[in-house]
C-alpha cells in the first residue's frame, strides 16, 4: 500500500514561486505514474500534471503549462511541483497521486488509486 504526504505549501503573492514535493511509502515508486491535481472551493478536482514512468513525457493542463514543472526522485520516492508566476486562480488544495492509469485517462482523477492529504497553496493579488 503506497503512502503519500504533500508538504510545502503555502501563501504567496502573484507572481511569486513554490514548490511543493509529495513523500511516497510503502511501494516501489518508479512502478507508478505520478501526477498532481488540485481542487477548489467549491469546484472539481482539475488535472494539474502527470507523468507515466520517469523517462516518459510529461502532461500538463493548458492552465498551468509554461510556469509549473513536474519532476521526480524515485531513487528518494519524492515527487516534486515547482510553480512559478503563480496566479491568484491557482489558489487550491493541491494533492499528489499515484497508481497505473491507462494513457488516455493520464488526466482522470478517478484513474489514480493512492493520494496524499493535500497541502494548501494560496496566491494573493
Known amino acids: 500500500q503506497v503512502q503519500l504526504v504533500e508538504s510545502g505549501g503555502g501563501s504567496v503573492q502573484a507572481g511569486g514561486s513554490l514548490r511543493i514535493s509529495c513523500a511516497g511509502s510503502g511501494g516501489t515508486f518508479s512502478d507508478y505514474s505520478v501526477g498532481w491535481f488540485r481542487q477548489a472551493p467549491g469546484k472539481e478536482r482539475e488535472f494539474v500534471a502527470a507523468q507515466r514512468r520517469k523517462t516518459d513525457p510529461i502532461f500538463y493542463a493548458d492552465s498551468v503549462k509554461g510556469r509549473f514543472t513536474l519532476s521526480r526522485d524515485n531513487a528518494q520516492d519524492t515527487v516534486f511541483l515547482q510553480m512559478n508566476n503563480l496566479r491568484p486562480e491557482d489558489t487550491a488544495v493541491y494533492y499528489c497521486?499515484?497508481?497505473?492509469?491507462?494513457?488516455?485517462?493520464?488526466?482522470?482523477?478517478?484513474?489514480?488509486?493512492?493520494w496524499g492529504p493535500g497541502t494548501q497553496v494560496t496566491v494573493s493579488s
Open positions: 497521486t499515484a497508481g497505473r492509469p491507462i494513457l488516455s485517462a493520464l488526466r482522470t482523477w478517478s484513474a489514480y488509486r493512492f
